[in-house]
């Protein structure tokens, strides 16, 4: 009989969750590091995870990856429970890249992926092409301590790709990236997800999160407080819309007056003409009223609620 694999068995689950988290605590003491947490992250999704400094998000990971031990709960992983015997071969299938990258300075880029291949059992074979991708090549024979810290970032970021991750976990990844390396990882992590690479990535830049996660959860003091796409999170906020008007100046108390007849929407004056307030069930009405403005209305434009406003708006 041929035997199957507990990672086989698990991939053969393919409606199942990527990650479960369930009823997840730590404890030190009287300090609740990470308090009840439950949730599922899918297969081929980014997901996000965003929150204050402490909120919990690196004790999170450090569960997932089995670092540390919960005070209480369980978390599966591609139906591999992380305190569970089999969970060695299936970290195996694991990317991280910690918030902190510490490598060894002496070592060269090369040496440094060939270091980490042996550990985890990845072929020496991908380390050149994936510094390579990374867009480390020409540095490969350099030592760590002529690396800049963009450099060292995209190191880190190749060793969590070596032997073609099921799973990655990502803390801060993009810090000390320029804009052009930030616009490349995020390429890359949408190949990864073309190929249902399941991401988890924490990052306090959220104007770069905002329009590239599928879902993401907001953390706060060990708990989650929210969990859904932006959009779904903008629906439970109820946060109301900006719509910036240009007009010409003699046409100001025209568009007050017409405007003032939608209940709920409130103005203000700028230089330029007014930006209204409105709640999102009134929009279409507000953009019918401006409709019937015609050519008074020189330019506007609309403003959803970004994750920053629904990041302090569930967090305070």
Same mark, same amino acid.
């Given at each position: ?131 390579? &991708?990374? @867009? ?5 024979? /350099?030592? =760590?301590?002529?690396?800049?810290? +963009?450099?060292?970032?995209? %190191? $880190? ?113 700028? &230089?330029? @003409? ?5 709640? /999102?069930? =009134?929009?279409?009405?507000?953009? +019918?009223?401006?409709?019937? %403005? $015609? ?22």
């Amino acid at each position: 009989m041929t035997s199957i694999s507990p990672l086989d068995r698990a991939l053969a689950g393919v409606g199942a969750p990527a990650i479960e988290v369930r009823g997840v605590a730590v404890h030190y003491g009287a300090v609740r590091a990470v308090d009840g947490v439950d949730m599922n992250v899918q297969r081929g999704e980014i997901f996000g995870l965003i929150g204050h400094n402490g909120a919990g998000k690196s004790t999170l990971f450090k569960l997932m990856l089995g670092l540390i031990a919960p005070s209480a709960g369980e978390i599966v992983i591609h139906g591999t429970a992380v305190r569970g015997r089999d969970f060695r071969t299936a970290r195996r299938h694991i990317g991280y890249l910690p918030e902190n990258v510490v490598l060894y300075d002496n070592l060269s880029g090369l040496e440094t992926l060939r270091f980490f291949a042996r550990l985890k059992g990845a072929a020496r074979s991908q380390c050149e092409p994936m510094l390579a &991708r990374v @867009g480390l090549a020409a540095a490969a024979k /350099r030592p =760590l301590r002529e690396y800049s810290k +963009g450099m060292r970032q995209r %190191l $880190g970021f190749a060793q969590a790709l070596l032997g073609d991750p099921r799973v990655l976990i990502l803390d801060e990844p993009t810090n000390g990236l320029d804009p052009q390396a930030i616009r490349e990882f995020y390429a890359t992590l949408r190949e990864l997800r073309e190929r249902g690479v399941t991401i988890v990535i924490s990052s306090h830049i959220l104007a770069e999160l905002q329009e590239r996660v599928d879902r993401l959860a907001i953390m706060t003091n060990g708990k989650i407080h929210a969990l859904g796409s932006v959009q779904d999170l903008r629906d439970q906020m109820r946060l109301p819309l900006s719509v910036a008007l240009c007009l010409a100046p003699g046409d100001v108390g025209l568009a007050q007056q017409a405007i003032g007849a939608l209940a709920g929407v409130s103005s203000v004056l700028t &230089r330029d @003409g007014m930006v209204l307030s409105c709640p /999102r069930e =009134l929009k279409m009405a507000v953009l +019918g009223v401006l409709a019937g %403005l $015609g050519s008074r209305v020189l330019d506007l434009s609309i403003r959803e609620p970004s994750l920053e406003d629904l990041f302090f708006g569930f967090s305070d």
